[in-house]
């Protein structure tokens, strides 16, 4: 499994440019460049051809291509496509909108050669990559929750509301509540304090029953 050819093109001029092989991948690069609409749209294209596959990532109106065996599939090679764009507008910025043809090729042809070694041999390459779309899954789905957080603006207000309102209730039903407690004790109070009257009253009633009177006249001699 291998990526045998690259070249970074502005439209149809290309900019820089190595093969690994001797084929005719540049001539049918160069048709395929001829190919892809003029226009900024950015694109991911896989192109067939006998037991090679061309791919081509398209940003900005800068055109990165690659041609690899078709056993090594997409993700490798269009991980290649990735870092090659993002090296090469790091290294020369606003030039490549005036470069001529193939006015960077003696100094990043030696980077397309490098990163197509490392890409075709190096197992860390796919893990790297696997490892990268990973962390953009992860960060797609929380953009995408915090589009729907936004989108539920009204929603989470009302939310909020409905909070405000409940902790409201809440201190409401604490203070009915220390009142509720308030009330019963006192009214604890008060039956004890009946009870014990009427159980004093029983008990006098017995003692002038015994001693005879109400003023205890037989048990005060």
């Keep these: 499994m291998a990526i045998l050819y690259a070249l970074v093109a502005r439209g149809s001029v290309v900019l820089a440019e190595f093969t690994a092989t001797s084929t005719n991948?540049?001539?049918?690069?160069?048709?395929?460049?001829?190919?892809?609409p003029a226009t900024n749209a950015d694109s991911h294209v896989s192109y067939s051809q006998d037991r090679y596959i061309f791919h081509v990532?398209?940003?900005?109106?800068?055109?990165?291509?690659?041609m690899a065996d078709d056993t090594l599939g997409r993700r490798i090679p269009f991980a290649f496509l990735e870092d090659i764009h993002q090296k090469f507008v790091r290294t020369y910025g606003r030039a490549?909108?005036?470069?001529?043809?193939?006015?960077?090729?003696d100094e990043f042809s030696r980077v397309l050669s490098q990163q197509m070694e490392y890409?075709?041999?190096?197992?860390?390459?796919?893990?790297?990559?696997?490892?990268?779309?990973?962390?953009n899954q992860v960060r797609n789905v929380m953009i995408e929750?915090?589009?729907?957080?936004?989108?539920?603006?009204?929603?989470?207000?009302?939310?909020?509301?409905?909070t405000a309102n409940m902790q409201g209730n809440t201190f409401r039903f604490k203070r009915q509540a220390r009142r509720f407690r308030s009330t019963v004790w006192w009214r604890n109070v008060k039956l004890l304090v009946a009870l014990i009257?009427?159980?004093?009253?029983i008990i006098y009633i017995?003692?002038?029953?015994?001693c005879h009177g109400l003023t205890l006249p037989g048990c005060l001699k």
């Design 206 to 210: 017995v003692l002038a029953f015994v």
């Design 25 to 36: 991948a540049g001539t049918i690069a160069r048709q395929i460049l001829e190919k892809i």
């Design 57 to 66: 990532k398209r940003t900005d109106g800068l055109t990165v291509l690659c």
């Design 119 to 135: 890409y075709s041999n190096d197992p860390n390459a796919d893990r790297m990559n696997r490892l990268r779309g990973e962390m």
């Design 197 to 201: 009257f009427i159980l004093l009253v």
């Design 96 to 105: 490549v909108l005036t470069a001529q043809a193939y006015a960077m090729n």
């Design 145 to 162: 929750n915090i589009d729907k957080v936004l989108d539920r603006g009204d929603r989470l207000e009302l939310l909020v509301d409905k």
